[in-house]
């Protein structure tokens, strides 16, 4: 077996109602600690914190929480964050933030500690998402990303999609490595008529979309996408599952304009989250700045095709087994016509044919490949990474 290797991970903007890092970061870690690894996460919270868990030891650190973020949190505190790193001495470093964590690259360096940033999200993507006009979201990605590529050993990205901005800057030190879905987890088997007939009478389709509602994942768009499907004279239904900043705003325009939304906010149950996901008939994933987008291959999973944002990854993820929209609802209207028009079992099979590409296992060896840690009996780089 390989030595046992201690693999600090740093990650800011996890809240207690994060969704695809959260479970990315819980995911990883059960992966690295079942191939006999130490992982250690720290985090924001409210209070400081130190406890074991399935995904190994997880330290919470107090942090400010950011203004108009809907509660996301940061480590701000960069002398603690500093201390704690050189108490824990680790062998590998993993950072998930690329702008406030960047300094610990710096860190890294000094420690001669071997370390990684991982890609969520473009930069150049949010930057748009944020009204940032696309010359200037460029010039602006490219500065922040030649930084980031001198800073880390190595830059982590899951798709081509996220490569492509560094492959811009001519960064060498790239690679690539998938995330993954829980297959059992996820499953067919999970819809639920009784649940679907809470939402959705048997003529209407039901139309679901998972996603944090801020501004980068633009949720509007599946309010538009379900206006412009009503007035075409499709029967259907939304059912909102996330929260953030913008919910106050789309309820509000929901119930101005009659749309038939159901927002549930947070959906903590992972196995109600499920059941919702593999009851409905299409899914909606509008986010344009997605770099992989965990909760389209969830519900992928559970045999539900899914609608995703032509300047996302998604259409790299998803392949055939969905559809491809451009950014704006009326386009989002036809790709749900186009999934709904198909028949019910093709598209269904197909959903869950396209996930089971995406195990975690394959995710776990492509990241400690990224390290130089590859799993026992793995002499070869994980198909997925580049």
């Keep these: ?12 903007f996890v809240a207690p109602a994060s969704g695809g890092l959260r479970t990315a970061l819980r995911e990883l870690g059960k992966g690295f600690k079942a191939a006999g690894h130490a992982p250690v996460l720290i985090v924001p919270g409210e209070h400081h914190t130190d406890r074991e868990t399935e995904q190994g030891r997880v330290i919470t650190l107090p942090g400010p929480v950011l203004p108009g973020t809907g509660g996301y949190r940061v480590l701000a505190d960069k002398r603690r964050v500093a201390a704690l790193l050189e108490e824990l001495g680790p062998d590998r470093l993993e950072v998930s933030d690329r702008t406030t964590l960047r300094w610990t690259g ?28 696309e010359g200037a979201a460029r010039r602006t990605a490219d500065a922040l990303n030649v930084r980031t590529a001198h800073t880390y050993a190595r830059v982590v990205c899951t798709t081509e999609f996220a490569e492509r901005e560094f492959v811009r800057i001519g960064a060498r030190n790239v690679v690539r490595a998938p995330l993954g879905v829980d297959l059992v987890q996820r499953h067919p088997a999970l819809r639920d008529a009784g649940l679907r007939a809470r939402h959705a009478r048997g003529d209407e389709a039901l139309l679901v979309t998972c996603t944090r509602l801020s501004v980068e994942k633009r949720p509007g768009t599946a309010l538009d996408a379900l206006e412009a499907l009503l007035d075409r004279g499709r029967r259907a239904v939304l059912v909102v599952a996330g929260d953030g900043p913008l919910r106050p705003r789309l309820e509000q325009r929901a119930r101005e304009r009659g749309l038939p939304v159901t927002f549930l906010g947070h959906v903590s149950d992972r196995a109600v989250l499920g059941a919702l996901q593999a009851s409905a008939d ?13 909760a389209a291959l969830e519900a992928m999973a ?25 950014d704006h609802g009326e386009a989002f209207a036809d790709a749900v016509e186009r999934l709904l028009a198909r028949p019910e079992a093709e598209r269904r099979e197909a959903a869950r044919a396209r996930a089971e590409c995406f195990g975690w296992d394959t995710a776990v060896a492509a990241f400690l490949t990224a390290h130089d840690v590859p799993l026992p009996g793995r002499d070869r780089v994980p198909e997925g990474v580049a």
């Design 106 to 133: 710096k860190w890294a360096r000094r420690a001669r500690v071997p370390a990684v940033m991982v890609s969520h999200e473009t930069a150049d993507g949010v930057l748009r998402t944020w009204g940032v006009p």
């Design 1 to 12: 077996m390989n030595e046992s290797l201690r693999i600090v991970r740093l990650a800011n």
């Design 302 to 326: 559970c045999g539900t095709p899914v609608a995703v944002s032509t300047s996302s990854a998604l259409p790299e993820v998803i392949g055939s087994a969905g559809a491809v929209a451009a």
């Design 282 to 294: 299409v899914c909606l994933a509008p986010g344009p700045a997605e770099t992989f987008g965990l």
